[in-house]
């Protein structure tokens, strides 16, 4: 019996460990790093938000009484003695006085004039449901009113003010070489200060656009239509910098999952993924390669407090202008934060490396709860995850099919067609290691039918066996039972035979 049953044991661990090696052998070691780049991109978008208005400006004029009053009190102060009697200090007095009230010197004219200007700030993003919900930074699409009026009229107010300098420099020469720059530079404060108190912007339109997939030669990345809103925003740093886009019209788009930002601890390692302008639009690279996202890597260096009391992550991952707002992955490749901004010397103003924080996932789900978002896995990411998978073991054919029904279910894929045309030449080439599905299905069929018909063989002789064991009892036990009989039989005929001859 221990034989049989060691035999047994041992077929059924040559099986198991035979179907094993051979999928084994076939598969091929791809870094995780790769994996979650690869499975990322589709779902990694640029976000450009563009702002338009009509800048109104209302142009001055020196009020000559202010002018003429300012005067007299200067001179008053020379009479006094409060004032040197030299011409210098006259004119700095009267700057000082000039600059400390510019809305009183400089007045409206009643002459306006609209200019329509337009600027457009650029982030990163990365789709969270099928139907199209973006997340990204609130200063990349919500900048507060007043830096809007500023980015918008600034350019404006600075031709306006160098238009009515030149006049006030041009007739300079009469003040002494000793106060001139500092008297020009307190008029060009009062003009300013003016120009910024008097100007508006009316007929303000926003528009947002998603840049995804991949670019064709000479059509520009936003040309492709797919249009989105705001529905949720936070403001800038300090404040929740979380804003969640729509987009339009969709409902099988690439995402990307997300994950528990509170488990992360000071020296995890971090990926950032997104669109640095620096390397985006790149004055050496192609156009086409701006829709290709950038990835860097790093570590959780620390967590920090925020003034308002929330926390964000710090960590030496690369990340700079246009990175705002794009993905954070944990070793998993789920999303755990939003890289949001860096540090900046306060003396050259540069930008410091390696001293970035990112916006954890459990303040954009506060946004995402808010708008009523689930993120959701769509069918479309599911099923490249699944061709990628199969494509870095080299099951090239069945990758092939994965990759061809991700291009049917979503048409615009950014990165299928390239798959699809890797996956063809590999096949060609004769480098598809894809187990044969009688491999798959075969050697397990093949492991039952033999288990079992040795299981069959042994219950049959243990059967057999009882029988023969059953039969040689029987035979034993029966024998003084028959003796019995006939010893029983014997004597009733010998009683028979002796009562016959008493009879007799």
Not at 193 to 202: F, I
Request: one cysteine or more; hydrophobic letters at 40%.
């Amino acid at each position: 019996m221990f034989r049989k049953k060691g035999l047994i044991f041992f077929l059924t661990t040559l099986l198991a460990v035979f179907i094993t090696s051979g999928i084994c052998l076939a598969e091929v070691s791809t870094p995780d790093v790769t994996k979650i780049a690869k499975n990322a991109e589709p779902a990694v978008v640029l976000v450009q938000a563009t702002f338009e208005g009509d800048v109104e400006v209302a142009y001055p004029y020196l009020d000559q009484s202010k002018l003429d009053y300012a005067l007299n009190n200067i001179i008053q102060q020379v009479m006094s003695g409060a004032l040197p009697a030299d011409e210098a200090a006259m004119w700095k007095a009267l700057a000082d006085e000039m600059a400390a009230k510019p809305l009183e010197f400089l007045q409206k004219s009643g002459q306006k004039e609209v200019f329509h200007n337009g600027y457009r700030a650029l982030g990163s993003g990365f789709i969270v449901t099928p139907d199209g919900y973006v997340v990204t930074n609130a200063h990349v699409v919500a900048p507060d009113d007043e830096l809007l009026k500023q980015q918008l009229s600034g350019p404006i107010l600075e031709k306006s003010v160098k238009e009515f300098m030149s006049q006030i420099i041009q007739e300079s020469s009469s003040i002494p070489a000793s106060t001139r720059e500092y008297v020009v530079k307190a008029i060009t404060g009062m003009v300013i200060t003016y120009y910024e108190e008097n100007v508006k912007v009316l007929n303000l339109k926003k528009t947002y656009d998603i840049g995804m997939g991949v670019q064709v030669p000479g059509v520009p990345l936003f040309q492709k239509g797919l249009k989105a809103e705001v529905v949720q925003a936070g403001g800038a740093v300090p404040e929740k910098d979380v804003a969640i886009l729509k987009m339009e019209g969709q409902n099988n788009l690439p995402t990307i999952p997300i994950g528990d930002s509170t488990t992360l601890q000071t020296g995890n390692k971090i990926y950032v993924m997104g669109y640095p302008g620096v390397a985006t639009f790149h004055p050496l690279l192609s156009e086409a390669s701006q829709a290709q996202p950038s990835l860097t890597e790093g570590i959780i260096s620390a967590q920090k407090t925020m003034e308002g009391g929330w926390s964000v992550f710090q960590t030496n991952a690369d990340m700079t202008h246009g990175n705002s707002g794009g993905p954070v992955f944990n070793e998993k490749g789920e999303v755990i934060g939003l890289a949001t901004f860096g540090s900046v010397d306060q003396n050259t103003g540069q930008e410091i490396a390696g001293m970035n924080f990112v916006v954890p996932m459990s303040v954009v789900k506060e946004f995402l709860d808010r708008g009523n978002v689930k993120p959701t896995e769509s069918l479309v990411s599911k099923t490249y995850s699944e061709a990628l998978d199969l494509y870095y073991k080299q099951y090239y054919k069945k990758a092939l099919k994965k990759f061809q029904e991700v291009s049917a279910l979503c048409p615009g894929h950014a990165y299928v067609q390239s798959f699809i045309a890797d996956c063809t030449i590999a096949i060609s080439e004769g480098k598809d290691k894809s187990i044969p599905e009688w491999v798959i299905f075969g050697l397990p069929a093949v492991a039952v039918i033999i288990i079992g018909g040795v299981i069959f063989i042994v219950v049959l002789k243990k059967k057999q066996a009882q029988q023969r064991v059953n039969a040689e009892a029987g035979t034993t036990v029966d024998a003084p039972s028959d003796a019995t009989v006939n010893t029983a039989a014997t004597a009733s005929e010998a009683g028979t035979t002796e009562q016959a001859n008493k009879e007799s």
